[in-house]
């Protein structure tokens, strides 16, 4: 009776948290991306002030150059987008006669009329009467991310500054004798969450190089652009890097590539995702979050559901802390060892190729 009544709560508990998440989106996001990028700092932060450098500035530093490495990125993709504009009137002009293909295509094989097809189109319904609503949608989503970021950024060095409080409001918060169970798990989540995204950042540097080198040979335009799209999108596992070289194939098509070039592409794409698995992910990231597939990608499913795109970003190194915490549990342990995988030593390639 006991244990079913524990399951009851727990159950309830959950579809509390749910939908707490949900109609807390707006508040819970930039805090929670906050809350993540702080501890990647928190190691940077903590060097500086190894330096005898005051906590308050130091924190402001390590912000400073979290913002500025953001701001080279965004002026390098800038740079590679001036560039791709320039040639979107050559663009849209071998777009449409892909179109136009696809459109005979239709009328020979499917029996579809260009009439017919007209009507099909006409149905979807005028979009130029929404025009200036989408145009104000746009507007409200830009000064939205520009209000958020300058939130997060905020957000970032108040809970750097002010780390030490909350861990000890926390520890506060638990009972004397289970205090230092709580500061290994606090440890413990911190240096995942911080391995993690340390690891994930170096991948995605050496993914931009791979990709870029890769489709520069290929003479791709605007080998860059993509090269930075299909690294940036890595941190959407499964999904992010497919969705990124599939955008790169279509372009390609689009600028008049031939097959031998989107072959050569889809050649690059593998040859990536070998040393990526094989040699990059054993190396630098590890396996410190240790969750299994199939709920790796529940997680970015409702991440998605819950928090869009940034719930699927964050997604992982969560359920990697919420990992964690259960598996210090008692009662929780069976959800740790559920949603957890085998801690195996994994053998990178180059392990295995010297390997005598």
């Not at 807390?24 to 501890?39: E, I, N, Q, R, T």
């Not at 932060?45 to 005051?54: D, G, H, T, V």
């Not at 958020?148 to 909350?166: E, H, K």
Request: overall charge positive.
């Amino acid at each position: 009776m006991k244990n079913l009544q524990r399951v009851i709560l727990i159950l309830l508990l959950f579809s509390l948290s749910i939908v707490m998440l949900y109609f807390g989106k707006g508040f819970l996001v930039p805090l929670v991306l906050s809350a993540v990028l702080a501890m990647l700092l928190t190691k940077v932060c903590r060097r500086l002030e190894a330096f005898k450098i005051q906590r308050g500035l130091a924190a402001f530093i390590s912000v400073l150059l979290f913002v500025t490495a953001l701001a080279v990125l965004v002026f390098l993709l800038g740079w590679q987008l001036t560039s791709f504009a320039d040639n979107l009137a050559e663009l849209k002009q071998r777009m449409l006669e892909v179109v136009e293909t696809f459109r005979d295509w239709l009328h020979e094989n499917m029996g579809i009329d260009r009439k017919q097809q007209q009507n099909i189109t006409s149905s979807q319904g005028n979009s130029s009467a929404g025009a200036g609503d989408m145009l104000m949608r746009f507007a409200t989503g830009t000064l939205s991310i520009a209000v958020d970021m300058v939130l997060v950024i905020v957000y970032i060095f108040l809970l750097l500054l002010y780390r030490g409080r909350i861990k000890n409001f926390i520890l506060m918060l638990v009972n004397t004798e289970y205090r230092e169970k709580a500061t290994l798990i606090l440890q413990k989540s911190s240096a995942v969450a911080q391995q993690y995204l340390e690891g994930l950042s170096k991948m995605i540097v050496m993914l931009w190089i791979m990709y870029g080198i890769g489709f520069s040979i290929l003479g791709v335009e605007n080998a860059l652009l993509f090269a930075v799209l299909c690294g940036i999108l890595e941190i959407v596992p499964f999904v992010g890097n497919l969705a990124g070289t599939s955008f790169t194939i279509l372009a390609v098509a689009a600028q008049g590539g031939d097959s031998k070039t989107i072959i050569g592409v889809i050649a690059v794409y593998m040859l990536v995702q070998f040393i990526q698995t094989y040699v990059l992910e054993p190396l630098v990231v590890g396996s410190q979050v240790r969750i299994n597939p199939l709920f790796t990608i529940i997680a970015l499913v409702a991440g998605e559901l819950l928090w869009g795109i940034a719930g699927m970003v964050l997604a992982i190194p969560l359920v990697g802390v919420m990992r964690i915490v259960f598996d210090h549990i008692p009662h929780l342990k069976p959800y740790a060892y559920l949603i957890g995988a085998d801690q195996k030593k994994r053998k990178h390639f180059l392990a295995k190729t010297t390997r005598k």
